[in-house]
T-cell receptor, first 109, second 113 residues
Framework: GQNIDQPTEMTATEGAIVQINCTYQ??????LFWYQQHAGEAPTFLSY????GLEEKGRFSSFLSRSKGYSYLLLKELQMKDSASYLC??????????FGGGTRLMVKP | DADVTQTPRNRITKTGKRIMLECSQT?????MYWYRQDPGLGLQLIYY???????NKGEISDGYSVSRQAQAKFSLSLESAIPNQTALYFC????????????FGPGTRLTVL
């Protein structure tokens, strides 16, 4: 089976940096995804990590440590529009996605 | 135009009714999925299909059925709706080439009274 943990809620200030952590336990790990989901809308793809290390994409970066079963999503220069839920999801050997419960990020002025 | 579309976007129905949710995609992806999302919770996989002749149960398939009418179309049916099936339903597609990233439709908000 798979178990994915991430904080339920976080609050940060506009212009700041926030790190959202995700830990996982899985059999047959194949890769890790981060999605952004605004309330009532579809999840949208942010990043994919399969190898250890940091992947940077504009203001968003994602890090993976396979040996520790750990990932984080780093958001820089926070904007009000970054207020959303951030979903960590892990794929197994069959390429099936298992989602964590999501972290609701609130950005305050 | 959106790559993955879902109809209807909102539906209110009564207990015991049969409901069909439809998903269409223009991405040319072979793989399609149906998820449900309950308030404050993550996405749970209901059914998935890796091609037109392939249908597989996900983690919460009881009370649901699916039909893959074509590569571009994947429908989800609730044979006899019950109130605890009230949720947001998402269809997704993916291409097994590369990372197999899943792309989601806009969702259907279903309320069962």
């Amino acid at each position: 089976g798979q178990n994915i943990d991430q904080p339920t809620e976080m609050t940060a200030t506009e212009g700041a940096i926030v790190q959202i952590n995700c830990t996982y336990q899985t059999s047959g790990f194949n890769g890790l995804f981060w999605y952004q989901q605004h309330a009532g809308e579809a999840p949208t793809f942010l990043s994919y990590n399969v190898l250890d290390g940091l992947e940077e994409k504009g203001r968003f970066s994602s890090f993976l440590s396979r040996s520790k079963g750990y990932s984080y999503l780093l958001l820089k220069e926070l904007q009000m529009k970054d207020s959303a839920s951030y979903l960590c999801a892990v794929t197994n050997a069959g390429n099936m996605l298992t989602f964590g419960g999501g972290t609701r990020l609130m950005v305050k002025p | 135009d959106a790559d993955v579309t879902q109809t209807p976007r909102n539906r209110i129905t009564k207990t015991g009714k049969r409901i069909m949710l439809e998903c269409s995609q223009t991405k040319g992806h072979d793989r399609m999925y149906w998820y449900r999302q309950d308030p404050g919770l993550g996405l749970q996989l209901i059914y998935y299909s890796f091609d037109v002749k392939d249908i597989n149960k996900g983690e919460i398939s009881d009370g649901y059925s699916v039909s893959r009418q074509a590569q571009a179309k994947f429908s989800l049916s609730l044979e006899s709706a019950i109130p605890n099936q009230t949720a947001l339903y998402f269809c997704a597609t993916s291409d097994p080439q590369g990372s197999d990233t899943q792309y989601f439709g806009p969702g259907t908000r279903l309320t069962v009274l």
